[in-house]
Nanobody, 113 residues
Framework: QVYLVESGGGLVQAGGSLRLSCRASLNLGRLNTMGWYRQAPGKQRELVARISSGKTNYTDSVKGRFTISKDNDAKRLYLQMNSLRPEDTATYYC????????WGQGTQVTVSS
């Protein structure tokens, strides 16, 4: 059984930073493709950042501000978010491409203006 648990969300002022963490129940070396998604109220869930075979890609709105990284030994996926904007407010979900897709429960990020 694979589970993912996010943490690190919270309330921050515009321009601030947060680091999200996703703890996995197995070694991340087995999870070749992982990502962070977000969903704002009334909107569809969207891909924020993805890491696959060591390569990263980001949605345009976060390029240059967010960084995704993995620590296989710690079994953690991270999302460093800098220069946060009110439009980044959403619930952020960790995702692993295994067994048809595994999701975490989400962590709320709220950016005040």
């Amino acid at each position: 059984q694979v589970y993912l648990v996010e943490s690190g969300g919270g309330l921050v002022q515009a321009g601030g930073s947060l680091r999200l963490s996703c703890r996995a129940s197995l070694n991340l070396g087995r999870l070749n493709t992982m990502g962070w998604y977000r969903q704002a109220p009334g909107k569809q869930r969207e891909l924020v950042a993805r890491i696959s075979s060591g390569k990263t890609n980001y949605t345009d709105s976060v390029k240059g501000r967010f960084t995704i990284s993995k620590d296989n030994d710690a079994k953690r996926l991270y999302l460093q978010m800098n220069s946060l904007r009110p439009e980044d407010t959403a619930t952020y979900y960790c995702y692993a491409q295994i067994y048809g897709g595994v999701w975490g429960q989400g962590t709320q990020v709220t950016v005040s203006s």
